[in-house]
């Protein structure tokens, strides 16, 4: 019988491969994505060491979830969820600027550039399309990194809308939508930045509107539909601009962003190690296994599908539950259905503790959550919570307005204790923007 290239395989096969005990299988899949992960987050982060850790950690996460559960969905798009969180993870914590000049340690820099189509360019036409790619660049610049992070893993890495939905916890019917109007949104920006460089000394209307305004820094989304509006009516601006591809024909073209031999040694150093080292055991395997699951889904379908998540195996592997429980009644307004979705090992525990499948526009679900005092930091997009003394991180999905406890506003108000007294009663308030 011959031997199964592993090459050859396709990505669910590599992960079977895997989960029956073949290192290389996932070795394989390792090789099959590492570069285009770190072209992927270093675009979001700005840093090519820290594009490099967030590259480490998506892996040795998807390492661990791999030997915690079988992955649903997609493969690759489930490896981008993770790294995807895992940047916007980083930036929160760094408070980093996104889309820097991705300079190294040694103090190099990684240029964007689009290639030559032909098999030699004169000089002013490699000088031009470098003038190119950073106007581009410079229009990526302005979408924010959740933007910004679709919008690439569309165009450039060509996930399927399904897949897109699956790595944003939305629903699929949403994604064009959004996807049309962030393409838009990128056109403008580049529009306006092409015809600031190439185009205002020809015309004297888009020289006026122009005028003091200091680019890239201050394409707001107002002068973006107003230079949008003005092309639509100049005949020689739009001459102009049609000399140019639009945004979504230039991106996908720019040349991937490769981690440095040396970042490349340590990631695969880090690989083998993490390959190497044995499955945790006992209880710890139990809490690898959530941290896997937790990180490597689409963040919940809902905010509550993570936060549901996090409550309930924390209660379970923490044996919390014998301090006794609080009711929580949850109340959505304005928010689509929110499904929730649990695997090994939160599904067991959430089914103790009465946690429903899904929160639907105008019903109250109620629920329960191991007693105690909870420290909590939530904002639109990311929700911190302190269990017993377990941190945990969870991840919103939905696009949220407002967020209450007790009628108590939670969302963007910093840290805030929430005592929650064995057999005590509590309403949680979620108003989607």
Partial sequence: MPEFDLRAATDDQLVDRFRAGNAQAFATLYERYVDRVYDFVARLVGDREVAADVTQE????????????????????????????????????????????????????WEPEIPASGLEAQP???????????????????????????LDLSLRHDLSPAELAQVVGARRSAINTRLSRLRDALEESLTALLLARWGRHDCAELDRLL??????????????????????????????RS?????????????????????????????????????PGGLSSVIAQFRGWLSGTAPGKAVLGTLGAVVVVVGAVGGWLTFGTATVAVATSHCPP????????????????????????????????????????????????????????????????????????????????????????????????
């Fill in 58 to 109: 998506t892996f040795v996460k998807a390492l661990t979830g791999l030997r915690a559960r079988r992955v649903q969905g997609s493969v690759r798009a489930w490896l981008f969820t993770i790294a995807r969180n895992t940047a916007i993870d980083s930036l929160r914590r760094q408070r980093t600027t996104a889309f820097s000049r991705l300079a190294t340690s040694e103090g190099e820099e």
């Fill in 211 to 240: 005028d003091g305004v200091e680019l890239p820094s201050g394409l707001t989304p107002q002068l973006r539909r107003t230079v949008a509006r003005h092309v639509e009516q100049c005949e020689v601006c739009r001459r102009t």
């Fill in 243 to 279: 000399k140019v591809a639009t945004a979504a024909e230039l991106l996908p073209a720019a040349t991937p962003i490769l981690p440095t031999p040396e970042l490349r040694a340590v990631l695969d150093t880090a690989l083998q190690q993490a390959l190497a080292a044995p499955a």
């Fill in 338 to 433: 929110l499904e929730l979705e649990f695997g090994q090992p939160a599904s067991a525990a959430a089914w103790l503790l009465g946690v429903p499948s899904e929160f639907r526009p105008g019903e109250v679900r109620n629920f329960r959550v191991p007693a105690g005092t909870l420290t909590v930091r939530v904002m639109r997009e990311v929700a911190e919570i302190r269990l017993a003394g377990l941190p945990v991180e969870i991840q919103l999905a939905a696009p949220l307005a407002e967020v209450t406890w007790d009628g108590q506003a939670l969302l963007g108000r910093g840290l805030q204790e929430l005592r929650a007294p064995r057999g005590s009663f509590h309403t949680i308030g979620l108003t989607c923007s």
């Fill in 124 to 150: 002013e036409d490699v000088a031009r399309r470098a003038e190119l790619a950073e106007l581009v660049w410079q229009a990526a610049r302005g979408l924010n990194p959740s933007d910004y992070a679709l």
